[in-house]
């Protein structure tokens, strides 16, 4: 029987898969993952390049190898070699296909894939395995998802932000088990799928540091990398100094500080980049503490948007869903903004103690990111053998403004470190 060797990109973003529609021949109207015939003399990655710009007029970054699939059709026997790609590009054109979408891995039986291209999504399917439950915790209950099967790699547990900011931003993140490592995240109690409100006395740093030993503990996670996004990196860095745990791969301390006078003082000097009408709003509120005019919850809309992030239509999925912040954790964690520490955490004084950190720790921040270079630095310089990671343009959440980079630095630094 003939064999035509092809190769197929299945292209990311975030965490849909683009899938398009044959428009010609006898499996017409069918759907598959865009590729073609490798010419003689070329590699797979090079024929994958190749064969989008033909079809899609797109650049794109071959990432991973993802599986070799061999089919029979009924005249002929494929051999098809499967690549993770990302697009290097905005732009799609569909000069071949007529029709294309982007699937969620809830809509990947949506549409009428290939034989052999659906063989393709078994693989991925299992690769995107997703697994949620709760950990009873203190009386209540601690919201986690894993996504990704065991294996040998030590897993990535994740410490979202705020307090109070759930795990949501952090599904972007999903296409790290493509590399056959567990993710793992948790919604911390007083906020998402672990809300709770009404206790103002629980949302200190003791709270959260015994629910991170809890969940360690629950899910069997003997040894583990932990990544902790700005309060998150905090509760890392208290953890790591506290509690000395074993069996911590490594940390990854993105866009966190150690010093809650220094993280105020950098958030002021920002504000001076602000517009002086936004600049007057937010004296005034510090001044008499009136946090809901109109002007200052304006100008601190500004803020973040300038500093923070942004969110409308183009945005992944998992920020433009409608979530269940914690508020109260929030206001009595941390205070009424980013600027004015006023809860629990405003005496969170850690970097005279930065070099009890054992760990390799990897400091993540962007060029215009609430975390300045000022505090990223007072990190990397207190912090035996870390390494820094600037991303040049990306503001204080640089895994989404940042996302290709931040991944790629992301699973070699994991995979240095296992």
Known sequence: MKQIEVVAAIIREGYKIFATQRGYGEWKDWWEFPGGKMEAGETPEEALVREIREELSAEISVDEFLCTVEYDYPKFRLKMHCYLCSLLTEALHLNEHEAAKWLTKEELDSVKWLPADLEVIDKIRRMYKITEGYMPFMGYQTYYRIVGEPSEKASLLLLHGGPGSTHNYFEVLDCIADTGRQVIS?????????????????????????????????????????????????????????????????????????????????????????????????????????????????????????????????????????????????????????????????????????????????????????????????????????????????????????????????????????
């Open 186 to 418: 948790y919604d911390q109690l007083g906020c998402g799928n672990s809300y709770l409100d009404g206790h103002p006395e629980l949302w200190t740093q003791k709270t959260w540091i015994d629910e991170l030993i809890a969940l360690r503990k629950h899910l069997h996670l003997d040894t583990v990398h932990i990544l902790g996004q700005s309060w998150g990196a905090m509760q890392a860095i208290a953890y790591a100094i506290d509690e000395k745990p074993t069996g911590i791969k490594s940390l990854i301390l993105s866009s966190g500080h150690a010093s809650s006078s220094l993280w105020a003082s950098e958030q002021h000097r920002l504000i001076k980049q602000l517009s002086e009408e936004d600049q007057e709003a937010i004296r005034q509120a510090e001044a008499t503490a009136q946090w809901d005019s109109p002007a200052y919850l304006r100008a601190n809309d500004h803020y973040f948007e300038q500093f923070v992030i942004s969110i409308d239509e183009h945005s992944p999925e998992c920020l433009r869903r409608p979530k269940r912040a914690g508020t109260e954790a929030y206001l009595y964690g941390w205070g009424p903004n980013e600027y004015q520490p006023l809860g629990s955490l405003k005496d969170f004084e850690y970097t005279d103690r930065l070099h009890l950190i054992s760990q390799p720790t990897l400091i993540c921040s962007g060029t215009r990111d609430i975390c300045t270079p000022v505090v990223a630095a007072s990190l990397y310089e207190h912090i035996p053998g870390s390494r820094w990671h600037l991303f040049r343009k990306a503001r204080h959440t640089c895994f989404v403004d940042a996302h290709e980079e931040y991944c790629k630095v992301l699973i070699d630094w994991l995979k240095e470190n296992d």
